[in-house]
């Protein structure tokens, strides 16, 4: 994972350097970063103080007498001040367009009336292209004069040519204007579906607001997005990543014209961060015409596609993660299988035979184990050069399976906030026994796996910050619970970093590219307003991200709020 060319070693001796940067312009740094802490993750040079990137690669890294003499003469200088810079972070588990869809949506929280919603809802009917749907979530009568639900007629006010579609709170009901329902063929004769009701009014006629599965009839009329709405999500979500200190993600299953959407983006110049694409690999989809198509490396310096998404079982929070035994709470239910074993073990062999590295969503013991079967058979029939084979979540794992990742190369890509959103009922379900084994990176990390850090947002944060901050301490936001929860499994503050930089650049097949700060990689930095290791651990979620630095561009920086290309 640490090996790597080591071009030009400008730093070694002042002398040297002083020979190096004589020799003329094209060894001129065009950015260089001054009097920070430079965690590099690199054997060579754990530490210094400044960095010089020219173009999109690292050129030096040293002391800043030595690395200011680089600086061309048009170069930007940025003073650190001391803040903190580390191999720029990676999110090796995150649903792009699902967070670019939560920010698109018009956030209702904490509205205060129906006329606050209903300007809301007016403002933004004004700025969508034709056709396109206002939604939104969030609303709760319960913070309304009167606390009665609301009917269409505020919506139907604001937006009277554009159907209006707005989910409350808990997401049991929506809120439709008149031209959603018109969309719907909603009318006083529409039967109330099955485990659904159609709010209605003393005349019988629906009032706008749709009741669990009543939701369907709605919902269902939603125009597919088109390719620019799918961009705009995503450039959207992106944007909120590159501002939470992320370079990379690792986008945890795509279809095929959100990879177009994708695309186009990187043609137009405007990905600000690296993405690793995982084809969407999951349920009854076929990927024969998925993987049939070649993988792609580094399109446009940013795109990557060589990875299929698969998933064995649900998740532990609806119980339908797959376990050897019966959940602890709900006796006679071992969770569900969404895959079966055998048709894991089939598009693996596929997709590993073309060239595709295979991640699949495993979380209860059984579940974890029948994936570990199935790569074990897929990889002794395919036998593929450097396959890399990924488990996404790895939850609950029992200990007897550990060293089997190990052995078989899988790498364990996990979310460490997860640990801490789950931890109120995660022990639950599995009881004290098997519930050694939740979110056991210790146990990986002591096995010598490949450990690969993510938040899967926007189930959680996008935030990496956050996500260090549950590593290292078990705890969540609010510091609970004292000491952490199960202690035994957390990691050293340099572990989660390592897990966020040289584990997922692992992950990705970009160890040689980026994952340390070293001359020759790419100049992926992140810029972290103070020195982790220097503050509380309490301190680490708030700490603050200063620079967001892409391929030797700043896509985004504090102060001015801006930069994304
Ligand atoms: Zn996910």
């Not at 969503?361 to 002794?380: N, Q, S």
């Amino acid at each position: 994972m640490t090996r790597g060319s080591w071009p030009c070693l400008l730093f070694a001796t002042p002398l040297l350097l002083g020979a190096c940067v004589a020799r003329g312009p094209e060894m001129a740094a065009d950015l260089v970063l001054l009097g920070g802490t430079v965690v590099t993750e690199d054997p060579a040079r754990p530490q210094a103080e400044a960095v010089a990137v020219r173009g999109d690669s690292i050129l030096a890294v040293g002391a800043d007498h030595d690395i200011a003499r680089l600086a061309g003469p048009a170069a930007r200088r940025i003073e650190l001040h001391g803040a903190m810079v580390v191999p720029g972070l990676i999110d090796a588990h995150g649903h792009v367009r699902s967070l670019g869809d939560e920010i698109a949506n018009l956030d209702l929280h904490g509205a205060a009336s129906v006329e606050e919603v209903a300007r809301q809802v007016k403002e933004r009917a004004a700025r969508l292209p034709p056709g396109a749907w206002v939604t939104g979530h969030g609303w709760d009568q319960n913070l309304w004069p009167g606390r009665t639900f609301p009917d269409h007629r505020p919506l139907t006010e604001a937006s009277p040519d554009r159907a209006v579609w707005l989910r409350r709170v808990d997401g049991h009901a929506s809120w439709a204007n008149r031209v959603a329902m018109q969309a719907a063929g909603v009318t006083r004769s529409t039967p109330d579906p099955p485990g659904g009701r159609i709010v209605r009014d003393a005349r019988g006629e629906p009032t706008g607001v749709f009741v669990d599965n009543a939701q369907n009839l709605v919902a269902a009329a939603r125009p597919p997005a088109t390719r620019d709405q799918i961009k705009e999500s995503l450039r959207l979500a992106l944007e909120r990543c590159a501002a939470a200190g992320l370079t990379e993600i690792h986008d945890a299953s795509v279809g095929p014209e959100v990879v177009e959407a994708y695309r186009d983006l990187a043609d137009a110049g405007r990905l600000p961060l690296r993405v690793y694409l995982m084809w969407d690999g999951i349920g009854d989809a076929r990927i024969e015409p998925l993987v049939e198509q070649p993988p792609f490396v580094n399109y446009r310096n940013r795109l990557t596609l060589r990875a299929v998404k698969l998933m064995i079982d649900g998740a532990m929070g609806s119980r339908g993660a797959v376990f050897e035994d019966d959940y602890a709470d709900d006796r006679g239910n071992r969770g569900l299988l969404v895959t079966p074993p055998e048709e894991i073990e089939r598009r693996a062999e596929l997709s590993m035979r073309k060239g595709y590295q295979v991640c699949t969503h495993a979380i209860g013991d059984r579940g974890i184990r029948l994936t570990i079967d199935a790569y074990e058979k897929a990889l002794a029939a395919a036998r593929p050069r450097d396959p890399r084979p990924r488990i996404e979540h790895l939850q609950c794992v029992a200990a007897r399976d550990v060293p089997r990742l190990k052995t078989l190369g899988i790498i364990a890509s996990m979310q460490p906030s997860h640990a801490t959103s789950d931890m109120d009922w995660a022990e639950d379900r599995v009881g004290a026994e098997r519930g050694k084994g939740l979110y056991a990176w210790r146990w990986v990390l002591d096995a010598g796996v490949v450990l690969a850090a993510g938040s899967d947002f926007p189930v959680d944060p996008e935030r990496p910050l956050v996500g260090i901050h549950s590593g290292v301490t078990r705890q969540d936001l609010k510091n609970r619970p004292a000491g952490g929860w199960h202690p035994e499994q957390k990691m050293t503050l340099d572990e989660v970093l390592r897990a966020y930089t040289a584990g997922a650049a692992y992950a990705a097949y970009e160890e040689d590219r980026k994952g340390r700060i070293a001359p020759g990689l790419w100049a992926d930095l992140t810029v972290i307003s103070k020195d982790l290791r220097a503050i509380p651990a309490a301190d680490i979620p708030g700490a603050g991200i200063e620079y967001t630095i892409v391929g030797g561009t700043v896509v985004y920086e504090k102060r001015q709020e801006a930069a994304v290309p």
